[in-house]
């Protein structure tokens, strides 16, 4: 008797549009608050996308290979995984590569891709600084900000009318963004973090410092400590990264609500090791960016 009715589509698009702007609001100051923001994506297409551009990264940028290193690393990252909130059950292919960069940088892309930059490591006072570093970038990762912001650009540039037409059948929206010319350029907006992106991110790196038993004030004391000491070395990250302000009162005030003070962990002789084989390595090539 009815065909499927545009103005019905509107009408549920409409509806659909107003509940996903709703989480978008939730990036306030309160605890414990790790909601994301709307995203088109699945979990799982955060790791095709996240995989792609890694695979992309592999290729251009330099990364130290040495096998202490990279067993060192990953062991830390994954560790740290296993305290990041807002998972759902769901396996991240947590993966963690070092790039041969005296820049002071890391970046996390969609699905569990984080790289951390050779300079990163070395300006680290301990290992709870650089686990500092990569449970913010996890915190990237669990809070989706890569593909929320790709959801938002959609979301401002899409035709409504194929946006209506692909909420609920996303097996095809990557191939959508293509054609549309939203490209998964890892230099484009998966690297780029707002204000509050950065405040969740730190209050999950804090969150996951806390839980896994590492000193939960160490990220945001090593963020203070190289803006400060090394202001050429970090632009690319306070890029990236823009610091949200206040974030040494912000994380004061979340630590005494994550539980009492714990003797918590600040370095190991594996870290040490780590920092030592790093400094003693070949300077970096020559126009080493983090990216
Ligand atoms: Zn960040």
Same mark, same amino acid.
């Given at each position: 008797?009815?065909?499927?009715?545009?103005?019905?589509?509107?009408?549920?698009?409409g509806?659909?549009?107003?509940?996903?702007?709703?989480?978008?609001?939730?990036?306030?100051?309160?605890?414990?608050?790790?909601?994301?923001?709307?995203?088109?994506?699945?979990?799982?297409?955060?790791?095709?996308?996240?995989?792609?551009?890694?695979?992309?990264?592999?290729?251009?940028?330099?990364?130290?290979?040495?096998?202490?290193?990279?067993?060192?690393?990953?062991?830390?990252?994954? !560790? /740290?995984? @296993?305290?990041?909130?807002?998972?759902?059950?769901?396996?991240?292919d947590?993966?963690?590569?070092? #790039? +041969? %960069?005296?820049?002071?940088?890391?970046?996390?892309l969609?699905?569990?891709?984080?790289?951390?930059?050779?300079?990163?490591?070395?300006?680290?006072?301990?290992?709870?600084?650089i686990?500092?570093?990569?449970?913010?970038?996890?915190?990237?990762?669990?809070?989706?900000?890569?593909?929320?912001?790709?959801?938002?650009?959609?979301?401002?540039?899409?035709?409504?009318?194929?946006?209506?037409? !692909? /909420?609920? @059948?996303?097996?095809?929206?990557?191939?959508?963004?293509?054609?549309?010319?939203?490209?998964?350029? #890892? +230099? %484009?907006?998966?690297?780029?973090?707002s204000?509050?992106?950065?405040?969740?991110?730190?209050?999950?790196?804090?969150?996951?410092?806390?839980?896994?038993?590492?000193?939960?004030?160490?990220?945001?004391?090593?963020?203070?400590?190289?803006?400060?000491?090394?202001?050429?070395?970090?632009?690319?990250?306070?890029?990236?990264?823009?610091?949200?302000?206040?974030?040494?009162?912000?994380?004061?005030?979340?630590?005494?609500?994550?539980?009492?003070?714990?003797p918590?962990?600040?370095?190991?002789?594996?870290?040490?090791?780590?920092?030592?084989?790093?400094?003693?390595?070949?300077?970096?090539?020559?126009?080493?960016?983090?990216?």
């Open positions: 008797m009815t065909r499927a009715c545009p103005r019905l589509r509107k009408l549920v698009f509806i659909a549009l107003t509940w996903c702007i709703g989480p978008v609001a939730a990036f306030s100051y309160e605890r414990p608050n790790f909601q994301p923001g709307f995203n088109f994506f699945s979990r799982k297409q955060d790791v095709a996308v996240g995989r792609k551009a890694a695979a992309q990264m592999d290729r251009t940028l330099p990364l130290v290979r040495d096998p202490v290193v990279v067993r060192y690393v990953n062991g830390l990252g994954k !560790y /740290l995984a @296993q305290y990041a909130p807002n998972q759902n059950g769901f396996k991240y947590w993966t963690f590569q070092v #790039v +041969n %960069s005296n820049q002071i940088n890391a970046f996390a969609p699905g569990g891709y984080i790289f951390l930059n050779r300079g990163a490591i070395v300006a680290a006072q301990n290992e709870a600084q686990a500092g570093v990569i449970a913010h970038e996890e915190g990237h990762v669990v809070m989706r900000h890569g593909t929320h912001q790709a959801s938002e650009k959609l979301l401002a540039d899409a035709p409504l009318e194929i946006l209506a037409g !692909y /909420l609920g @059948q996303s097996g095809s929206l990557l191939d959508t963004l293509a054609q549309m010319g939203i490209g998964f350029s #890892v +230099n %484009s907006f998966f690297l780029k973090n204000r509050d992106m950065e405040a969740q991110a730190d209050q999950v790196g804090t969150y996951i410092l806390y839980r896994s038993g590492y000193d939960p004030y160490a990220m945001v004391q090593f963020f203070q400590i190289i803006q400060k000491k090394y202001p050429q070395q970090t632009a690319q990250f306070f890029s990236d990264h823009p610091n949200p302000g206040n974030r040494i009162e912000a994380v004061g005030r979340e630590v005494p609500e994550l539980g009492p003070p714990r918590w962990k600040t370095n190991s002789p594996a870290f040490e090791a780590v920092k030592q084989l790093l400094l003693a390595m070949p300077p970096p090539p020559k126009p080493g960016t983090g990216g």
